[in-house]
DNA sequence: CGGAGATGGTTTAATATTGAACTATCTTAA
DNA sequence: TTAAGATAGTTCAATATTAAACCATCTCCG
């Protein structure tokens, strides 16, 4: 069997995983986003909550460090946070540049009881492997995620 | 060790697997994203052209099924591929409810030639794993992608 | 001091995305 | 046959998302 075959069997196999990876994704994401729905809440928005909630506040260009997101994006999902009184920008007085995000005392109450019901949620869905399953598609997924790194 | 603290720990590898998940689509799409749109392509417009060239026409609702997008977005979708002339929409001539999508000249030359292009892309992007590891996660991914049927 | 360049944030234009309301068409059953 | 209900697609409103242009501010020289 010659390079050309190993070759093209492997980006079968590469293409496949791909493809796996990417569906389970959307798939999860899309069953799980009604269950925020509900409280209002868009992905983005659950996602800058928590953020918040568990480093404590961030600037915006953190948040969207942490979130994935770009920062014109991450205007805009603190412009609607902050509509809805979760959230509060405040300027910087050491260097005005940053506008540090802060949860009110509404939003830390809203994501403080959503989160343990999320990630009921998340359990539930992730419930058809066993732990040490969890543990292996963890350690897959991450080593395909940081590949940017290398 | 109560059920309490299992639970708890369960509950946390059950996250931790899901955050990673989610990372590793995420970076892999950023990362292959910039490819597409080289050729002036966003990922839906690359998957509804994919799945034409790989399956034939389809009509929206299947195309739609197909790249897990709704009605509506597939509306939008096509109308900015049938504007640049990749795609064509054929009324159906037995049933007029359907509207059948097909490649024209021009965008099953271009999915030909960008498709080999993209799968080497992403095999370039799971390289990190070996053979059994890519199925390894497809496995993991494919049991958590489909928990939705159960 | 003062300008050059870097950095954080906003704005803008384009497309994506969804859910809901709506239109057109088909199917079914009375 | 015809009215009721199902189905395919479109439209609309709201938010997401990015890249690029832009403004404000800061830092670092010279």
Redesign the interface.
């Known amino acids: 069997m010659g390079t050309r075959h190993k070759g093209a069997s ?2 079968v ?6 493809i ?12 799980l986003a009604p269950h925020l729905a509900k409280a209002g809440l868009t992905v983005s928005q659950f996602g800058a909550l928590e953020a918040l909630y568990h480093l404590g506040p961030l600037c915006q260009r953190d948040l969207g460090k942490k979130i ?1 997101k770009s920062g014109g994006n991450i205007t805009m999902v603190v412009d609607n946070l902050e509509k809805r009184g979760l959230v509060e920008r405040v300027r910087a007085e050491s260097d005005r540049r940053y506008v540090t995000v802060n949860l009110t005392k509404t939003g830390r109450k809203l994501i403080g009881e959503l989160f343990p019901r999320h ?2 949620a ?2 539930e ?5 066993s ?1 040490a ?16 790194k ?1």
Chains 1, 2 share one sequence.
Do not use: F, Q
């Open positions: 492997r980006e196999k590469a293409l496949d995983a791909y796996k990876l990417m569906r389970a994704a959307e798939s999860v994401s899309a069953r994935l990630a009921g998340i359990r869905e992730m419930c058809v492997l732990d399953e969890l543990e292996k598609l963890g350690s897959l997924c991450k080593r395909v995620g940081l590949k940017a290398a």
